[in-house]
Nanobody, 123 residues
Framework: QVQLVESGGGLVQPGGSLKLSCAVS????????MGWYRQAPGKQRELVAR???????GYVDSVKGRFTISRDNAKNTVYLQMNSLKPEDTAVYYC?????????????????WGQGTQVTVSS
């Protein structure tokens, strides 16, 4: 059974930075593409960044140049470095194993989500 534990969220001022972490268990982590999702109040969950098994990355346009996804296969952990944060980045952030591409409908390998981590960007 896959387990996803997100952490690192918090309250930050506009222009600030945060680094999110997601510890993954129950799968052979190094063999899985990983993704970071977010869901803002009243909005649908969206895939904002993904990283392949060989390290290739992709981002939704709204975060390009500001967010960086990375992975540490030795620690079974995926990260999301978020810089130049904006109020519109406020959301609950989740990680998961994506089956769909950025911009498409949210489809994940397993049907469960972690608890997520809240990111609030406000002055």
């Amino acid at each position: 059974q896959v387990q996803l534990v997100e952490s690192g969220g918090g309250l930050v001022q506009p222009g600030g930075s945060l680094k999110l972490s997601c510890a993954v268990s129950g799968v052979i982590f190094s063999r899985e593409t990983m993704g970071w999702y977010r869901q803002a109040p009243g909005k649908q969950r969206e895939l904002v960044a993904r990283i392949g098994t060989a390290g290739s990355t992709g981002y939704v346009d709204s975060v390009k140049g500001r967010f960086t996804i990375s992975r540490d296969n030795a620690k079974n952990t995926v990260y999301l470095q978020m810089n130049s944060l904006k109020p519109e980045d406020t959301a609950v952030y989740y990680c998961n194993i994506p089956l769909s591409e950025i911009g498409g409908p949210v489809q994940i390998l397993f049907g469960s989500w972690g608890q997520g981590t809240q990111v609030t960007v406000s002055s």
